[in-house]
């Protein structure tokens, strides 16, 4: 399933942080493990407990959103996706008044959000190192259960189902009822890097939730391998590099090498997109293939060779 509205599911995710991390709803004064000051108003939820509410909304909408749209195939759902993907920032960036009620304080988004914190400890916004170890942890946590549902039957009915559709019907894989899981747990997991995100830059803003962030994890998905979550691990890390590192560090040396002042990290996304349409064209499967896709995408190469060999 193609989704290019992921970037809806990470935006409800960062503003689930700021409802319930906050002091976004000042009527109210509810602290629940928090480790800010109790007098502090709004609403104030461990890091720990908004992850997995997060989570758990996301999940819903994606259930919501996937129950009358995964019917669709292939290009009709990817334009239905990146619809789902442009409406929702869309519905926070004017929700400052939606029935006399503020969701989102408009562009002016929410800001501060309660930083991460750990028990005894309230990290702040510079504690790069307990928050690496954090995001580490979640990443290790998020790639211990993809492996598991992988090998388990519902990964397995999804293997299924990306093979071959109407076999897996055949066999008696329930086809909507598995694709809306997969949807909701792509969701549940989009949910949680927004809350991530949020505590990050320490806000929420409806601008920074926009298309780029899906063609941004499009590309970390092809680039690794798809269907390999190490492949995916290694396409994320090698994305990642280059948007914040890699690509300053070669506007650089190359400014520095021909006397040239070109920006290079403003075409981050003309990089993206080239290397979705190289990897499209010449590699389709991926830097690290997962063995069975990677035959069914040169099944049809194989069958030309031997073909072209009889004659």
């Not at 409802?19 to 609403?43: D, Y």
């Not at 129950?67 to 996706?81: G, I």
């Not at 090998?151 to 293997?159: D, F, S, V």
């Not at 830097?287 to 069975?292: A, F, G, K, Y």
Request: glycine share 14%; proline share 3%.
């Amino acid at each position: 399933m193609l989704d290019l509205g992921f970037v809806a599911f990470w935006a409800i995710g960062g503003y689930s942080a700021g409802w319930f991390m906050s002091a976004f709803f000042r009527q109210v004064n509810f602290h629940l493990f928090s480790t800010v000051k109790p007098e502090l108003p709004g609403i104030h939820i461990s890091f720990w407990g908004v992850i997995f509410i997060g989570g758990v909304i996301c999940a819903i909408f994606g259930v919501i959103i996937g129950a009358p749209t995964l019917r669709l195939k292939s290009d009709y759902l990817a334009l239905v996706t990146l619809g789902f993907g442009e409406i929702i920032p869309q519905i926070f960036t004017n929700g400052e008044n939606i029935a006399g009620f503020n969701m989102s304080n408009g562009t002016k988004g929410i800001s501060p959000v309660d930083n991460i914190g750990v028990p005894g400890k309230a990290l702040g916004p510079f504690d790069f190192s307990w928050k690496f170890t954090i995001f580490a942890l979640l990443t290790a946590m998020m790639v211990f259960i993809s492996l598991r549902l992988r090998t388990g039957r519902l990964g397995r009915a999804w293997l299924a189902i990306r093979e071959d559709e109407l076999a897996a019907s055949m066999m008696g894989v329930p086809l909507m009822r598995t694709k809306l899981a997969a949807y909701s747990v792509g969701a549940f997991t989009g949910g949680i890097g927004g809350v991530a995100f949020a505590t990050h830059v320490n806000g929420v803003f409806a601008d920074r939730f926009n298309f780029s962030i899906s063609i941004i994890l499009l590309a970390m998905v092809v680039l690794g391998g798809m269907g390999n979550v190490w492949g995916v691990m290694v396409g994320a890390l090698l994305i990642a590099w280059v948007n914040s590192t890699g690509l300053q560090a070669l506007g650089d040396l190359v400014n520095t090498s021909f006397g040239t002042s070109i920006n290079f990290p403003s075409y981050n996304f003309v990089l993206f997109g080239g290397v979705l349409i190289f990897m499209m064209l010449f590699k389709r499967e991926g830097l690290i293939p997962e063995s069975r896709l990677k035959a069914i995408l040169h099944e049809g190469d194989d069958a030309s060779a031997n073909l072209e060999g009889h004659h």
